[in-house]
């Protein structure tokens, strides 16, 4: 039995982000992305890939853990796109189901840290930093149902082809 009372058939550790320890967590219904913070108090999420897919749009919906509503004060900036455009030689750890694929990877720069979310279909991708990573720790899973609703993905801009 793994820690926090769960089984796992595996875990492989990808990270470690701030507080934030971030693996692949292998189940019977396929694979999660495991975020765990062991201080000041023990914490963690496992995200589906759907999730994980829904977090890409985080730019584009509201979802007040990574900075409001799109378009007021205060709403959650994009990421450097240099960053989201990773070279094709980059490893991205893939999570698939029958409704997402999503590749995972982290993006380190001289400056600073985060995991990359990219959406393999649409081409959306957000850089998490340590402190929104922390945040997701204390997210509900009904709390996703903002972004994975695609009832209105027609708003959504679609990435430029050269661009994916």
């Given at each position: 039995m793994a820690p926090f009372g769960r089984s796992?058939?595996?875990?492989t550790s990808l990270a470690r982000l701030g507080n934030v320890e971030v693996?692949?967590?292998?189940?019977?219904?396929?694979?999660?992305?495991?975020?765990?913070?062991?201080?000041?108090?023990?914490?963690?999420?496992?995200l589906d890939p759907l999730e994980l897919e829904?977090?890409?749009?985080?730019?584009?919906?509201?979802?007040?853990?990574?900075?409001?509503?799109?378009?007021?004060?205060?709403?959650r900036?994009?990421?450097e796109e240099s960053v989201l455009r990773a070279p094709a030689g980059e490893h991205?750890?893939?999570?698939?189901?029958?409704?997402?694929l999503v590749g995972v990877a982290v993006a380190r720069s001289p400056a600073s840290e985060g995991l990359l979310i990219r959406d393999m279909n649409a081409g959306l991708g957000i850089l998490l930093t340590p402190a929104e990573l922390e945040a997701l720790l204390r997210v509900r899973h009904m709390?996703?149902?903002p972004?994975?609703?695609?009832?209105?993905?027609?708003a959504i801009p679609?990435?430029?082809i050269d661009e994916v």
């Open positions: 796992a058939t595996s875990t693996s692949r967590y292998e189940t019977a219904t396929g694979a999660r992305l495991r975020l765990r913070n062991l201080a000041p108090e023990p914490m963690e999420a496992f829904g977090l890409t749009r985080a730019r584009h919906k509201a979802f007040p853990l990574l900075g409001g509503v799109p378009g007021r004060p205060g709403a900036a994009g990421p991205l750890e893939r999570f698939q189901n029958e409704f997402a709390d996703f149902a972004l994975v609703d695609t009832s209105d993905l027609v679609d990435p430029d």
